[in-house]
């Protein structure tokens, strides 16, 4: 199918012939006509006449692998991709296929999930075609306390990305997510899965708000969340985003595997949403720690100064509050 697909694009607003494409691409007229209904099933608009044979008229929107691919710079990030049209979550799909041996950089995409997951259990709105969710299968060679930065890391590829492609310049909520003037924008969900001192394989999922409209938010978020869309005035590319962010992500991996993420981290503290404010965290366990984010450090995690004046180094959890000062 890409063999017919690399030939119309190439001739894009043109006719090309069954005889030709046939020709060019190695394959049979019967398989020709197969392979164009396939892709006009994907979203591309091709037009056909008998005499003049196919025309590519407008590319599909979907984010097939086909897309995606084309014109990704990257060695490893992305260049095994699974594609759905609707999953469950596309973190319960890459575990699945971690367990059956996918290759680092794997990337799962999916264009709707029903069942897509925050942190600390709770639900993702993914709205259909209209943001990039998706997950990443990692297999890092390196201890698991090197990993600590993993949500970071991930939240400031994104926000270098969507800088990069749209001129927005967003913040990041330590430890996991992207805003934009107070209201979220994006969502980061990593698990790790492997012993005490090795890991067999760490999922990274992100959720992105790319062209919702305000409507189209569950009530309960409509006035805590926002899109690139509704911050732009216009709809924007979802696949330029994405492959901008498996770019940044893989420079920043590297950097992460080379025990080196001080850039990644001075990034994060230039563009904080959480330094110098007071914030309450709580872990998953239920315990909770109010105080004042004092630094963002190297490895990711974030130093509290307490209200008994103690510093404290915190290196996972969820802010369920913020103030702009001491309460």
């Given amino acids: 199918m890409k063999s017919v697909l690399d030939v119309l ?3 894009q607003g043109h006719y090309v012939s069954g005889e030709s494409l046939a020709t060019m691409s190695g394959l049979t007229r019967a398989a020709i006509w197969k392979q164009i209904n396939q892709l006009r099933d994907l979203g591309y608009k091709i037009d056909s006449s008998p005499r003049k044979g196919y025309c590519l008229v407008m590319a599909t929107q979907v984010l097939h692998p086909f897309e995606i691919q084309e014109g990704l710079k990257t060695q490893r990030i992305g260049r095994t991709i699974h594609y759905r049209d609707t999953v469950d979550s596309t973190n319960i799909l890459a575990k699945t296929l971690a367990k059956e ?4 950089g794997t990337l799962v995409i999916a264009e709707e999930q029903t069942a897509g997951r925050g942190r600390l259990g709770r639900t993702w709105s993914s709205v259909k075609g209209k943001g990039l969710w998706s997950s990443l299968i990692l297999r890092p060679q390196i201890a698991t306390s090197a990993i600590a930065g993993i949500t970071v890391l991930t939240a400031v590829s994104m926000a270098r990305a969507i800088f990069e492609t749209t001129g927005i310049q967003v913040q990041v909520k330590w430890p996991n997510d992207l805003l934009y003037e107070g209201r979220k924008l994006a969502g980061i969900l990593a698990e790790l899965h492997g012993e005490m001192d090795r890991i067999h394989f760490l999922i990274v999922g992100v959720g992105l708000n790319v062209n919702q409209l305000h409507d189209e938010f569950p009530e309960e978020l409509a ?3 926002t899109s690139l869309r509704m911050i732009r ?4 590319d979802r696949k330029l985003i994405l492959q901008r962010y498996l770019e940044q992500f893989e420079r920043a991996y590297h950097q992460m595997t080379d025990g080196n993420l001080q850039d990644v981290m001075a990034y994060a503290r230039e563009h904080s949403a959480t330094l110098g ?4 965290i709580r872990s998953g366990f239920g315990q909770g720690l109010m105080g004042e984010a004092l630094a963002l450090d190297d490895d990711g995690s974030l130093w509290i100064r307490d209200t008994t ?3 404290v180094k915190v290196f996972s959890g969820e802010i369920i509050e ?3 000062e001491n309460p």
């Fill in 309 to 311: 004046g103690k510093e």
């Fill in 9 to 11: 694009k190439a001739n």
């Fill in 223 to 225: 006035d805590r969340a």
């Fill in 322 to 324: 913020e103030m702009e």
């Fill in 277 to 280: 404010k007071w914030v309450t």
């Fill in 233 to 236: 005035g216009e709809i924007l």
């Fill in 101 to 104: 041996g996918a290759p680092d």
